[in-house]
């Protein structure tokens, strides 16, 4: 009676958290992605740079599966997200998004936006989200906005909104997709040292960022993307001072 | 010949930027106008009646006779359609996600469906129902009548729901797809950002669509006398022949008639106009 059983691989912390292999994107028949692949290991910082239309965005969608791969794969813990069967509230449970745009609901206030995917996605006891939410808030020095609408929030204070919304779910990745891209200066920095902090209590996080200093501060690798592939990638030390590829280096020299 | 303006305007690029205080719609007439309308409503009626002989009740007199029946047809009026328009705004509601709906087949059938109630006549609609549907139904050994005011108004509720449905569709469309989005990294389902994050921000966009169309409805159910229901245009002919078909009598009666639908569907239209002005400027 010992029927073979499939049973998915169990992940392990030792093992990369987010993994892809020769990912590739087509839109029509533009190809975005060709043949991308690198590992996240769990409570590392991985910040892609690149110039504008090098595929960025389109990468990191493609790990919680807002965006559907051409081939390749992609494994987030023990999860194939590239599966044609593949359980996207799983993988959304354990991956968390900010967007450049915040895309807070704007028909919620702050306090609601952050409490609505742990109630109604988790199913868990409101009251113990709705302390968790304030907690959340607090973190984010958010602490008295719990009523005010998004419209009522500055850009910064609705892109912390919407890291807090995120966290909410618990996840274990967060994808920020250059989340400081649409804010002020001057409201660029509270969002930083949000993210900074984060990063200092070991959650593991991809960054697609134009932040070059942000960059070099916080992350423990750096890829640079350009045409839909990985030119060149490293430590900040070496990456910023020791870029070997002349794309690398063209762009370093525009943007430092 | 000096190339200097003689007036001492300075430049116009110079003068501090004015916004031009547009009105947002056509002038509009205040409450007053439809006070000014009944008077001249009556004034007309009472120079015909002056020119009759004075031995029959005058037209004022007819109308304060009869103004308890016609008054309870137009009651019936507003019935029916409320009726025809919750029918309707439930159906088209489904009607409207359905258009929206992942699966290819559903949104075609449902977005023919849409077409073809949204351009057709709604008398001729209203027409097919009144016989095609049977004046009474058997459920279950049970005996339903249908009488013929509920018939019209399942008429009505055809072109209400298309329409609806319509308004939904380009209300769920003009939400950002990054709503979608962000709740879809959230981990909601496809149902649950439709009912809890979209439909929720497309209210206020649907309500002065919702209260436009409400104002048509309420207006096109005198149609419903074409058909033998006893509404108010019914009870109003029904009127005039009872008082001997009068020629001085016919202006009064239906201009009555011409009132209530006015002062109904007016005040519907002015605040419509006035919720829209206030979405626009949020």
């Given at each position: 009676m010992a029927?073979?059983?499939?049973?998915?691989?169990v992940?392990?912390?030792?093992?990369?958290?987010v993994?892809?292999?020769d990912?590739?994107?087509?839109?029509?028949s533009f190809?975005?992605?060709?043949?991308?692949s690198?590992?996240?290991?769990?409570?590392?910082?991985?910040?892609i740079?690149?110039?504008?239309g090098?595929?960025?965005?389109?990468?990191?969608r493609?790990?919680?599966?807002?965006?559907?791969v051409?081939?390749?794969t992609?494994r987030?813990?023990?999860?194939?997200?590239?599966?044609?069967?593949?359980d996207?509230l799983?993988?959304?449970r354990k991956v968390?998004?900010?967007?450049?745009?915040?895309?807070?609901?704007?028909?919620?206030?702050?306090?609601?936006n952050?409490m609505?995917?742990p109630i109604h996605?988790?199913g868990?006891?409101?009251r113990?989200?709705?302390?968790?939410?304030?907690?959340?808030?607090k973190?984010?020095?958010?602490?008295?906005?719990?009523?005010s609408?998004?419209?009522e929030?500055s850009?910064?204070q609705?892109?912390?909104?919407?890291?807090?919304?995120?966290l909410?779910?618990r996840?274990?990745?967060m994808?920020?997709?250059?989340?400081?891209?649409?804010?002020?200066?001057?409201?660029?920095?509270?969002v930083?040292?949000t993210?900074?902090e984060?990063?200092e209590?070991?959650?593991t996080?991809?960054?697609?960022?134009h932040?070059?200093?942000f960059?070099?501060?916080?992350?423990?690798?750096?890829?640079?993307?350009?045409r839909g592939?990985?030119?060149?990638?490293g430590?900040?030390a070496t990456f910023?001072?020791?870029?070997?590829?002349p794309?690398?280096?063209?762009?370093?020299?525009?943007v430092? | 010949?000096?190339a200097?303006?003689?007036t001492?305007?300075p430049?116009?690029?110079?003068?501090?930027f004015?916004v031009?205080t547009?009105r947002?719609?056509a002038p509009?007439?205040?409450?007053?106008?439809?006070?000014?309308?009944?008077?001249g409503l009556a004034?007309l009626a009472?120079?015909a009646?002056?020119?009759s002989g004075a031995?029959q009740?005058?037209?004022?007199?007819?109308?304060?006779?009869?103004?308890p029946?016609?008054?309870s047809?137009?009651?019936?009026?507003?019935?029916i359609?409320?009726?025809a328009?919750?029918?309707?705004?439930?159906a088209?509601?489904?009607?409207g996600?359905?258009?929206?709906?992942q699966n290819?087949?559903?949104?075609?059938?449902?977005w023919?469906?849409?077409?073809?109630?949204?351009?057709?006549?709604?008398?001729?609609?209203?027409?097919f129902v009144?016989?095609?549907?049977?004046?009474?139904?058997?459920?279950?050994?049970?005996?339903i009548?249908?009488?013929?005011w509920?018939k019209a108004?399942v008429?009505f509720?055809?072109?209400?729901?298309?329409n609806?449905a319509?308004?939904?569709?380009?209300?769920?469309?003009?939400?950002?797809?990054?709503q979608?989005?962000?709740?879809?990294?959230?981990?909601?389902?496809p149902?649950?950002?439709?009912?809890r994050?979209?439909l929720?921000?497309?209210v206020?966009?649907?309500?002065?669509?919702w209260m436009?169309?409400y104002?048509?409805?309420?207006?096109?159910?005198v149609?419903?006398?074409i058909?033998?229901v006893?509404?108010?245009?019914?009870?109003?002919?029904?009127?005039h022949?009872?008082?001997?078909?009068?020629?001085?009598?016919?202006?009064?009666?239906?201009g009555?008639?011409?009132?209530?639908?006015?002062?109904?569907?007016?005040?519907?239209?002015r605040?419509?106009?006035?919720?829209?002005?206030?979405?626009?400027?949020?």
């Amino acid at each position: 009676m010992a029927a073979p059983t499939v049973s998915p691989p169990v992940w392990t912390p030792d093992q990369p958290i987010v993994q892809l292999i020769d990912v590739h994107k087509s839109f029509g028949s533009f190809e975005v992605l060709k043949g991308v692949s690198f590992d996240v290991k769990k409570g590392e910082v991985i910040c892609i740079i690149g110039p504008s239309g090098s595929g960025k965005s389109t990468l990191i969608r493609c790990i919680n599966a807002l965006v559907p791969v051409s081939s390749g794969t992609i494994r987030v813990e023990n999860i194939e997200v590239a599966d044609p069967k593949l359980d996207k509230l799983a993988l959304r449970r354990k991956v968390g998004m900010v967007f450049q745009q915040y895309n807070l609901f704007p028909h919620k206030t702050a306090l609601q936006n952050v409490m609505m995917a742990p109630i109604h996605v988790l199913g868990q006891d409101k009251r113990e989200v709705e302390e968790r939410a304030r907690d959340l808030l607090k973190k984010v020095r958010l602490s008295g906005k719990e009523g005010s609408y998004p419209g009522e929030l500055s850009g910064g204070q609705q892109q912390r909104v919407a890291i807090a919304r995120s966290l909410a779910m618990r996840p274990d990745v967060m994808l920020f997709d250059e989340v400081t891209a649409a804010l002020d200066p001057e409201t660029v920095k509270e969002v930083l040292v949000t993210i900074r902090e984060l990063a200092e209590e070991g959650m593991t996080c991809l960054l697609v960022t134009h932040e070059m200093n942000f960059a070099r501060d916080i992350a423990d690798h750096i890829y640079f993307t350009d045409r839909g592939v990985i030119v060149e990638h490293g430590p900040p030390a070496t990456f910023f001072t020791a870029a070997s590829d002349p794309r690398t280096r063209e762009f370093l020299s525009q943007v430092l | 010949m000096s190339a200097e303006p003689k007036t001492g305007a300075p430049l116009a690029v110079l003068l501090p930027f004015k916004v031009e205080t547009t009105r947002l719609s056509a002038p509009r007439l205040a409450p007053v106008h439809a006070a000014l309308f009944g008077v001249g409503l009556a004034l007309l009626a009472g120079t015909a009646w002056a020119q009759s002989g004075a031995a029959q009740l005058s037209p004022l007199e007819v109308i304060v006779k009869w103004a308890p029946l016609l008054l309870s047809g137009f009651v019936f009026n507003i019935l029916i359609s409320m009726v025809a328009m919750a029918l309707g705004t439930a159906a088209g509601l489904g009607l409207g996600l359905a258009m929206l709906a992942q699966n290819p087949l559903l949104a075609r059938v449902a977005w023919a469906l849409t077409q073809f109630f949204r351009n057709a006549p709604w008398l001729v609609l209203l027409f097919f129902v009144m016989f095609l549907v049977p004046f009474q139904v058997t459920i279950f050994g049970v005996r339903i009548p249908l009488p013929d005011w509920a018939k019209a108004t399942v008429g009505f509720s055809l072109p209400v729901m298309a329409n609806v449905a319509e308004i939904v569709r380009g209300a769920v469309r003009s939400v950002p797809s990054t709503q979608w989005e962000a709740a879809e990294s959230l981990a909601f389902t496809p149902r649950q950002i439709m009912w809890r994050i979209i439909l929720p921000q497309c209210v206020k966009r649907m309500l002065p669509p919702w209260m436009n169309l409400y104002a048509l409805v309420a207006m096109a159910t005198v149609q419903a006398s074409i058909v033998g229901v006893s509404e108010m245009l019914t009870l109003t002919a029904q009127v005039h022949t009872a008082e001997g078909g009068r020629p001085e009598l016919f202006a009064p009666l239906y201009g009555f008639a011409l009132l209530c639908f006015f002062l109904y569907c007016y005040p519907i239209d002015r605040f419509t106009a006035r919720l829209e002005r206030r979405f626009q400027i949020r």
